[in-house]
Nanobody
Framework: VQLQASGGGSVQAGGSLRLSCVAS????????IGWFRQAPGKEREGVSC????????YYSDSVKGRFIISRDNAKNTVYLQMNVLKPEDTAVHFC?????????????WGKGTLVTVSS
């Protein structure tokens, strides 16, 4: 069972990035999927989560209106489209999956991908 995130990089404020997270060893259709991030010296925080029904998606107040979570079950992949990036978005971003809920203790975690936003 593995989640592999990619797509991080360095971008100037106002720019965009799209993160991808590919699952292997299990089928994402049956899982709630989430993105979390951890900035230097700070605790990990939830960014966005989508329920397995794909009907409901949640966003933190800090990214609402700028980030969009999506999933392509055929590709077993989750995406996070990040627009109008700000320096405070700088963090290691992680994807996670859980069969029951969107919450901090998701069952499966991928290694993070670093996003750096310069002013």
């Amino acid at each position: 069972v593995q989640l592999q995130a990619s797509g991080g990089g360095s971008v100037q404020a106002g720019g965009s990035l799209r993160l991808s997270c590919v699952a292997s060893g299990f089928t994402l259709d049956y899982y709630n999927i989430g993105w979390f991030r951890q900035a230097p010296g700070k605790e990990r925080e939830g960014v966005s989560c989508m329920e397995k029904s794909s009907v409901d998606a949640y966003y933190s107040d800090s990214v609402k209106g700028r980030f969009i979570i999506s999933r392509d079950n055929a590709k077993n992949t989750v995406y996070l489209q990040m627009n109008v990036l700000k320096p405070e978005d700088t963090a290691v971003h992680f994807c996670a999956a859980d069969p029951q809920n969107c919450h901090r203790g998701m069952e499966y975690w991928g290694k993070g991908t670093l996003v750096t936003v310069s002013s």
